[in-house]
């Protein structure tokens, strides 16, 4: 008796450990399929959760980490980071920290592959987050300064550059700084009154600062072109001219203020605005177009006469524009139909 129940318990114990294995051995035969699946649509370049037409399921963000983590191919640990880093930056909504995730996938390529065609983006992207998540200034710049030393033609060479001179010029006020970033993730994510607030705070509490200026300027563009408020455009540039004469975009100011004006239809101080604009900041290019809508303004105003002698301007003083056919064009136009 105690001999058939022991071979009982033996032989059910037998099965039970075979079931086990076997299950373990399906698990695992399961699980590198799954994983297979991963890598191939990280090396067709497939983002976590996309569904594919005729695909069976959509791959969760954990096994895409999971397979980055495992994996023994560099290429898809390269590919893959990449993958996850877009997917966390694009998705801050769907998962705690995922910024914090893109920071460390961003960093991760920056310092690992270096020879990847996404490597630059990656440094662009980090620096970003960095300045506008994190605030770190120190971090950003070192950031920056590698995107302009190893992409010295890149798209974004000129961000990356003011930038870091908009940090280093104003690090003696930080509180003001940090205002000045919040406003452009604002202005970035759509919310325009909030970042009109950051920078209204810093005319008021600083305004003697060279943020101060940037502050001015920002606040014109985003009355200008985001809120149509050309009234209000126009004020704040004139303050910029006004209170920082020798700041670098006092000329676009002025030439902004007469757009504004053309916005307006208010034709006749167009003009005068663009008069001044020609004899104050010629050199800084843009006098032919100022000639050219100065000649628009006056046909608004059923002036032919000197509609064309704006026009005429062109021709004379800036014979390569690309204005001087045009203009040609409408001398015509007034000479053959209005009898000009």
């Known amino acids: 008796m105690n001999t058939r129940l022991i071979s009982t318990i033996v032989t059910v114990a037998a099965v039970f450990i075979i079931y086990i294995a076997l299950r373990r051995s399906l698990h695992a035969l ?3 399929r799954k994983y297979r699946e991963v890598e191939e649509k990280i090396r067709r370049g497939i983002k976590p959760l996309s569904k594919e037409k005729g695909a069976e399921r959509r791959h969760p963000v954990s096994e895409y980490e999971e397979c980055i983590r495992i994996t023994r191919d560099n290429n898809v640990k390269a590919w893959g980071s990449w993958l996850l880093a877009q997917f966390y930056h694009d998705n ?7 910024l914090g995730k893109a920071i460390q ?7 690992g592959y270096p020879d990847y065609p996404f490597h630059e983006e990656s440094l662009f992207r980090l620096g970003n987050l960095l300045l506008f998540e994190k605030l770190d200034y120190k971090k950003v710049c070192h950031v920056y300064q590698k995107l302009l030393q190893k992409y010295p ?3 974004w060479v000129t961000v990356a550059r003011e930038r870091i001179e908009l940090i280093k010029n104003n690090l003696a006020h930080p509180l003001a700084l940090n205002n000045y970033i919040l406003a452009e993730r604002y202005f970035e994510q759509g919310k325009y009154e909030k970042s009109i607030e950051s920078l209204l705070n810093i005319v008021k509490e600083y305004p003697e600062s060279d943020l101060s200026s940037w502050a001015l ?3 014109g563009d985003i009355y200008n072109f985001k809120l149509k408020d050309y009234g209000k455009a126009i004020a704040e540039y004139r303050n910029l001219i006004q209170k920082f004469p020798r700041h670098r975009f006092v000329a676009n100011a002025q030439f902004k203020i007469a757009e504004c004006c053309r916005k307006m239809e208010e034709w006749q101080e167009a003009i005068e605005v663009y008069k001044k604009f020609i004899q104050d900041y010629s050199q800084y290019g843009y006098a032919d177009y100022a000639q050219f809508y100065m000649g628009q303004c006056y046909e608004r105003l059923k002036d032919w006469e000197k509609a064309k002698a704006a026009y005429s301007s062109i021709s004379a003083k800036y014979p390569e524009s690309i204005w001087t056919d045009v203009a040609r064009n409408r001398i015509k136009y007034l000479d053959r139909y209005l009898g000009g």
């Open 153 to 155: 033609q890149s798209k």
């Open 217 to 219: 300027y920002f606040l």
């Open 105 to 111: 996938c961003y960093a991760q390529i920056v310092e």
């Open 30 to 32: 399961s699980r590198k």
């Open 92 to 98: 801050p909504h769907r998962g705690k920290d995922y």
